[in-house]
């Protein structure tokens, strides 16, 4: 499962945790302007906007699984199987496969109005990427730095693009139906509770944090989306980028997956293997790992974005622990 989030500080912030058991040994992923693009059922690119993000690099093409590009649009992909359905080409729509969809909407798109309004004749295809890599059944977060998110879904409804209020996205099931669930969570509150339960009786308020009590803490979508905007809506503003980086981290860590919770087969673990936070304003990708909780940062405004080629960086890397003696 995977929590994708955007968080607003005087900065924008938006980035995910990839939770899964396979590796697709992911890197992190400068396409810079002129690397030619050769999309499948639309003319190829030679020049775009430059993005970053972690991609799978399969034949020298990036296979983008959250990325923002240099005017602050960020999207995310995150598993989707089930309700989602992709559909054969059709004549007289904007064929993307699934596959390029990220690298498309970066390359043309500046807000999430641009997006909305390129995707209103689009259709997303059922066309796989190769025999080895086939189509990921995925819905997207799509967010821009004016603070502002949407949810793209293609189902067995076609193509639907919602509006996202709380700036959080899952898995499972259709996003309408998290936001109808977060009702059934209004009450959960940092502030401790008030005795509504029997108001003459003087209840011993135990512990701090009583107001989280009915916080959901399991590893499901479900329960992973109403954290996540619980956390997101109440972070506070940094002072700093650091203190902004800090803060979005966080929020992404209260629905982190460790080894051994969430079981998907035989001694078979999803967990969760990155999590990111790109600045929207800055084209800076910040992330940790599974087995390196450090913070590393790769700063695309450093690299020459009018080159032709692919910039990459190692993703995953081994623990750092600092010892002081
Ligand atoms: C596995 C991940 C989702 C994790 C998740 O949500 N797990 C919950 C499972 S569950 O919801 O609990 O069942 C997803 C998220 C993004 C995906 C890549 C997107 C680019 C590319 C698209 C191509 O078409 C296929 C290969 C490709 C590299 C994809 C591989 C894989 O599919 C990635 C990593």
Known sequence: MCTSILYNSN??????????????????????????FDFH???????????????????NYPLYCDAI?????????????????????????KNITSY???????????????VKQGLADANISDISFSENLPAAVLHWMVADKT?????????????????NPVNVMTNNPVFPVHLINLSNYADVSPIQPTNFLAPKVELNMYSRGLGTHHLPGGMDSASRFVKATFALAHAPQGKSEIENVTNHLHVLK???????LDEVGP??????????????????????????SRIRAVDMHKEDLDSEKLICYNLFKDQDIEYEN
């Open 254 to 260: 209260s629905v982190e997956q460790a080894k051994g």
């Open 69 to 93: 590009n240099e005017k602050g649009l960020g999207v995310a992909g995150l598993n989707f199987e089930g309700p989602g359905q992709y559909f054969p080409v059709e004549k007289g729509k």
């Open 147 to 163: 603070g502002k998110s949407i949810v793209i879904e293609s189902s067995h409804k076609g193509l639907n693009i919602y509006e």
């Open 41 to 59: 059922d639309l003319p190829s690119q030679k020049s775009h906007y430059a993005m970053i993000g972690v991609s799978v690099v399969d034949d």
């Open 100 to 114: 390029e969809l990220i690298a498309y909407l970066l390359s043309n798109y500046e807000t999430v109005e641009d």
């Open 11 to 36: 900065e924008h912030y938006f980035g995910r945790n990839l939770d899964y058991e396979i590796a697709y040994g992911q890197k992190i992923v400068i396409t810079p302007r002129n690397y030619e």
């Open 267 to 292: 001694d078979s673990y999803e967990y969760t293997m990155y999590s990111d936070c790109m600045n929207l304003e800055k084209g800076i990708l910040y992330c940790t790992t599974y087995n390196d």
